[in-house]
Every structure is written in structure tokens, then in C-alpha cells.
């Protein structure tokens, strides 16, 4: 059983970034692949960008490449979100979430989720 918290969102300018991070409870949050999502309002939820369990492969939507990276530290249990160059329509609700096994671009995937942090771009 993972629990994921996630934390560092807020209010910024456009062109100013925000780390994001997810921290999990569980003892096995190792053996997941991390992903992040967002939720604007009156929108689907969409993928963001994954990161396999070692942190050797990353994937990211298209709207996003450049401008994020995510990242993993195992040792401390917590997965990261860089977002540089951000623009109004970056704005959302962002989840973390645990994947055991499943297709890391679809939410219906996901065995565990963060309960989400505000992201908000100002033009």
C-alpha cells in the first residue's frame, strides 16, 4: 500500500518555475513507476510525464518536453516534478501517481494517487 502527498505547488508568473514533489509512505515505492498528471477545470485529467522505477527512462507529453523534467530519489521515498518555463495553460490540479504495471500514459493504470496540488500561471 503506497500513500503519496504531494507539495510545492502555488501561484507564479508566466516563464517562472515550480518544483513539484510526491512523497510516498510505502516500502515499495522502488518497484513503481512514477507518474504525474493534471486537471484543469472543466478537462480531463492528462499525463504529464513518467519515470521508470530505477530512473533510467523518462517520458514525457508532448506539450510539456523541454520544460519539465522529472526525477526520482528512491533512497528518500520521493519523486520530483522541475517545471521551467511555465505558461498560463500549464495551469491545473497535479497528481503523482504509483504504477505497478499497466500503460504509463493512461490514468486508469494507476494503483495509487496523491490527492493533488494547485498550480497556478498568471500571464
Known amino acids: 500500500q503506497e500513500q503519496l502527498v504531494e507539495s510545492g505547488g502555488g501561484l507564479v508568473q508566466a516563464g517562472g518555475s515550480l518544483r513539484l514533489s510526491c512523497a510516498a509512505s510505502g516500502r515499495t515505492f522502488s518497484s513503481y513507476v512514477m507518474g504525474w498528471f493534471r486537471q484543469a477545470p472543466g478537462k480531463d485529467r492528462e499525463f504529464v510525464a513518467a519515470?521508470?522505477?530505477?530512473?533510467?527512462?523518462?517520458y514525457y507529453a508532448d506539450s510539456v518536453k523541454g520544460r519539465f523534467t522529472i526525477s526520482r530519489d528512491n533512497a528518500k521515498n520521493t519523486g520530483y516534478l522541475q517545471m521551467n518555463s511555465l505558461k498560463p495553460e500549464d495551469t491545473a490540479v497535479y497528481y503523482c501517481?504509483?504504477?505497478?504495471?499497466?500503460?504509463?500514459?493512461?490514468?486508469?493504470?494507476?494503483?495509487?494517487w496523491g490527492q493533488g496540488t494547485q498550480v497556478t500561471v498568471s500571464s
Open positions: 519515470i521508470n522505477w530505477g530512473g533510467g527512462s523518462t
Open positions: 501517481a504509483a504504477l505497478r504495471r499497466g500503460t504509463m500514459g493512461w490514468a486508469g493504470s494507476y494503483d495509487y
